[in-house]
């Protein structure tokens, strides 16, 4: 059995003091911070062995009135030391340690004694600091803004999207405009990478950022998407961080950070919550589904979810999501969806439904147990609210809901995750990604991976089959390596893709890309064996938008995954973290410039001799190095 390792060391002191100074470390000394208070200039400044990181302004919100008077004062401080390891149900590594040394300031206002905390926290892999507000003094109230800002000394190196699913630019800091998304990474030094974000945003407003300029530096700004009520006892803030890696790829290796800021899993049993790749069903018909099914059953897909249009018009607030009542300009039918559902558990296939956010928040506490009755596994929430402080309360209350009924949640459009599905797991993917259903260039995709996945998952919905793969994307070894590359653990395999005797779809959005699944085309045996939750994880090359290699273990086999953008990749993986790499057999799924031309992918077998891999990529293309460990 795996044994949790926790020491905690508590040091107390009480004073009453202004212009102090208090020094943390991280567990093995590779960052220091120091908490600076003083009259209108509250800062932690960060830094490591060599160089300053950044310094971070804290305790600076505006309120609907002028309820802090006078400055900051601290009357005690805590300090604890936390080192412990855990398993999570699923993700891109079976075991995440948790060490960090903490302290947690009590403050006081100088003019009117209201008093709040501040809580600041420093690992190996960066820090995080929250806010807690005294039940006493601030129960009622209403935060307008919230000013917490990171500032930077030079012109930094950035990637940036505005929204949760646009397009990314590479840029400087000066160069910012208008409200951008989290987390955001910059680049201040060869060999340093920072992101910045929020975690266990749960009943608050979602904090994007803004940029602004000082004389002295360049500085990055939270911006809450809305007032905050603070109406509960002993309310706290999201954790706001800064990760820092010496690559891109280490932040990415090192995203549990963002878990590991979110409450352990609250579900008692979670033995109904299960990974798998899915087959989304669009012709919403009785046959297609049946197709669907058996051809979910043939290769090993654990899924089919039934999209928009199967209970009526979804934008459609007469629509009714207790009942099956086809969108005519979806599908003419007829969808017997009960029988599907009774067919599909007999080949031990589960059936997951979309809901738009009409119908969720007007029907939730009504077809969450009819949903368990007819014997769905999961939803994928459409197009939810997403930023006030009341769309992001109601929909983590929607997912503890679903929950109750042991329903797996997707949270589908511009909501990024910042680390619920530690809490409750049954948030099992959410998109808030540019996937391929939005036709990314590999330079695009390559910059997601960097950026964005340090969040967490990300339903890419990969397409395999679709033409734009071949006209837009790199071909379909790249969408192979994506599948690797970009983790969910609900993979959306075949997003424009329908079995060859399933009917055609009818109407709707996407028709226009509909492509069969030919089953004979050895790439189909490829994603029947696919993995979609991993044991290990390295990065071993990221170049942002430009090109990158993941490695991810699940058993004893290793998926290498190889993504380029624009020219040619001269590809050199170091095997040695093997260990004996002659007892691995290897094959390579990979497309040449013929390949790309003829629009196949080539499969070969080898045996490794020594501990480099080479192989040159053609531009915009990709590749997957499977290795199985010999017995």
């Not at 589904?289 to 928009?308: H, L, M, S």
């Not at 002659?582 to 020594?610: C, H, I, M, P």
């Amino acid at each position: 059995m795996f044994r949790s390792i926790l020491i905690t060391l508590f040091i107390s002191c009480a004073i009453i003091v202004q212009g102090q100074k208090l020094r943390l470390e991280s567990p093995n000394k590779i960052l220091s911070a120091e908490v600076h208070l003083a009259s209108g200039n509250n800062t932690i400044h960060l830094s490591s062995a060599s160089q300053t990181l950044t310094d971070i302004k804290v305790l600076d919100f505006d309120w609907t009135e002028n309820i802090v008077q006078g400055n900051w004062q601290l009357i005690k401080s805590d300090k604890r030391t936390v080192s412990r390891k855990w398993k999570p149900l699923f993700g891109e590594r079976n075991t995440i340690k948790n060490n960090y040394n903490e302290i947690e300031l009590q403050l006081q206002s100088s003019g009117n004694h209201k008093k709040m905390r501040l809580y600041v926290r420093l690992y190996d892999e960066g820090i995080a600091l929250k806010y807690g507000f005294d039940k006493n003094d601030f129960s009622g109230l209403t935060i307008k803004s919230e000013s917490t800002a990171f500032h930077f000394s030079n012109d930094a190196t950035t990637w940036v999207a505005g929204a949760a699913q646009s397009a990314y630019i590479k840029t400087t800091l000066s160069q910012l405009k208008g409200e951008f998304e989290r987390p955001l990474v910059v680049n201040p030094a060869p060999q340093l990478f920072m992101a910045i974000g929020e975690a266990a945003l749960v009943d608050f407003a979602r904090m994007k950022f803004t940029y602004k300029a000082d004389a002295k530096s360049y500085i990055v700004q939270s911006a809450l998407s809305g007032p905050v009520a603070l109406d509960k006892a002993a309310y706290e803030s999201p954790w706001r961080y800064v990760m820092v890696g010496k690559t891109a790829g280490e932040l990415v290796e090192n995203n549990y950070f963002i878990l590991n800021l979110n409450k352990p899993n609250e579900i008692a049993d979670s033995s109904w919550i299960k990974p798998g790749k899915v087959l989304r069903e669009v012709t919403l018909t009785t046959a297609g589904g049946i197709a669907a099914v058996d051809f979910a059953a043939r290769n090993q897909i654990d899924y089919v979810e039934f999209d928009a249009g199967w209970y009526g018009p979804e934008e459609s607030t007469a629509a009714d999501a207790s009942r099956v009542n086809v969108d005519p300009a979806r599908s003419k039918g007829p969808l017997d969806l009960q029988s599907i559902i009774d067919y599909a558990r007999k080949k031990n296939i589960g059936i997951l439904l979309y809901v738009n956010k009409k119908a969720l928040e007007t029907q939730l506490d009504q077809i969450l147990p009819i949903y368990q009755q007819w014997g769905i596994k999961g939803l994928k929430f459409g197009f939810v609210n997403v930023g006030s402080q009341q769309a992001t309360a109601w929909l983590h209350e929607a997912i503890r809901k679903a929950a109750q009924y042991k329903l797996m949640v997707d949270v589908h459009d511009e909501y990024r995750p910042t680390g619920y599905s530690r809490t409750f797991p049954n948030l099992i993917t959410q998109e808030g990604i540019r996937g391929d259903e939005e036709s990314p260039s590999s330079e695009q995709s390559l910059i997601t991976m960097f950026t964005r996945a340090i969040a967490g998952a990300g339903d890419y919905t990969n397409c395999y089959h679709a033409v734009r793969v071949t006209t837009k994307m790199g071909g379909k070894a790249a969408q192979m390596a994506k599948a690797v590359m970009l983790y969910s653990p609900w993979q959306f395999i075949y997003w424009y893709d329908r079995p060859a005797d399933a009917p055609h779809k009818a109407g709707g959005a996407g028709g226009e890309h509909e492509t069969l699944i030919d089953e004979s085309e050895n790439a189909v045996a490829f994603y029947r064996s696919l993995p979609v939750t991993w044991d290990e994880t390295k990065v071993l090359k990221s170049a942002i938008g430009e090109c990158g290699i993941i490695a991810r273990r699940a058993g004893n086999r290793w998926y290498i995954a190889m993504l380029g953008a624009k020219v040619k990749q001269d590809i050199k993986i170091d095997l040695s973290f093997l260990g004996t790499p002659n007892r691995f057999k290897a094959q390579l799924w990979s497309q040449d410039e013929q390949g790309l031309a003829k629009n196949t992918v080539d499969r070969t077998e080898f045996a490794l001799k020594n501990n480099m891999f080479n192989l040159i990529l053609e531009p915009d293309a990709g590749a997957v190095l499977i290795l199985d460990k010999i017995k």
